[in-house]
């Protein structure tokens, strides 16, 4: 067979899956893995490193790609054990990202990291003389022990700004679209880019822990037909058995992973449209401050005059009517002042004194 007839045979052979695959979604898993700030944190730590280490070994069997996200303690961990680091090592060069995980100081599950002053985690914690927390320098410390650059995040802290303007470039938890909690915020039909500077750009995803979480974004995911949807779920054992059924109803879709991305490779790889958000409006107080300082713009369809002499005077000065020389007006006698003046005259008889008869 020609050259020219192997080309044509393939191109016949693919054009198929090619059309097939145009109709489908991309996809991106997050898996969070928390912080287990608590007493008990050593034992629940370990046992979801065993549900993580199972989860990625699902993955890596139909080519799925996930962006793990990890909280200063659980990167700690991994960094402790040369074998636990070597096998994230392996991880990263099959193509999983690494990336943050965040709990603020408003949740119960607080990772104990925020930029906050001490007044105002007691406030939030609602503890009276809350110490100091260690702040994002010490937090992207303890991640860059795993990755030495972060690009994407899951960080939904309302209350810590500072913190927040340090975080990854990419964010999936925050701005999620649709109802919380509802399967369709897991839909991504564009970038949206917001924030002041650096810019942040955000995706959402769908946190399907349980059987009806499943459920709900099977539905959701089927109804695609482009874009991409991004599922979540927790390194835990209550989670794993959701994490596994949704692999497989990918699995039946895409089986070969092709349409698997990280968050990072969604947002980098030009899959989606950026939708860029408007800047926040200044306050009313400093709109009004503004307005003030502005010079009046004249009304539409008035032309601007040049500034014309009023004929009327000025204000301030007593000075009314015309500015123009008034003549003076010939001033009249009186009688009895020995001059018979024009007016006497034309008087006849007014006055005898000064005119006589």
Known sequence: MSHTGIIIFLTLLLTPAARAGGEKPYYFIAVQNGPYNSRAGAG?????????????????AQNARLTLLFAPQYAVYIASDPARLAELEGWKKTGHEIGAYHRGP???AWDGYSDLPAA????????????????HAQYFAAL?????EIKTGCLPDKADKKFLAAAPPYEIC????GKEGAAAAGVNGSVTVAGGEPLKKHLSSFHAADKAGIEAAEKEFSGLSSGVYGASFTSSQSEFGAFYVWLSFLKGLDPRGL???TVSAVVEGGLLPENKLAAAPASA??????AGLQPETPKAGLPRLKPVPSLYGEVGKQMYGPRTPIKKM????????????AFERAHPGRCARDCGK
């Open 44 to 60: 629940q730590l370990a046992d979801s490193y065993k549900a993580l280490r199972e989860m990625v070994k699902l993955a890596d």
């Open 106 to 108: 408003e949740t119960r």
């Open 120 to 135: 105002e985690l007691a406030r939030l914690r609602k503890e009276d003389g809350a110490a100091a927390a260690r702040g």
């Open 144 to 148: 860059a022990l795993l990755a030495p």
């Open 174 to 177: 925050r701005g999620a679209r």
């Open 259 to 261: 349409r698997s991305r």
């Open 285 to 290: 107080k400093k709109e009004k401050q503004s």
């Open 330 to 341: 010939e001033r009249r006698g009186r009688c009895g002042d020995g001059v018979c003046d």
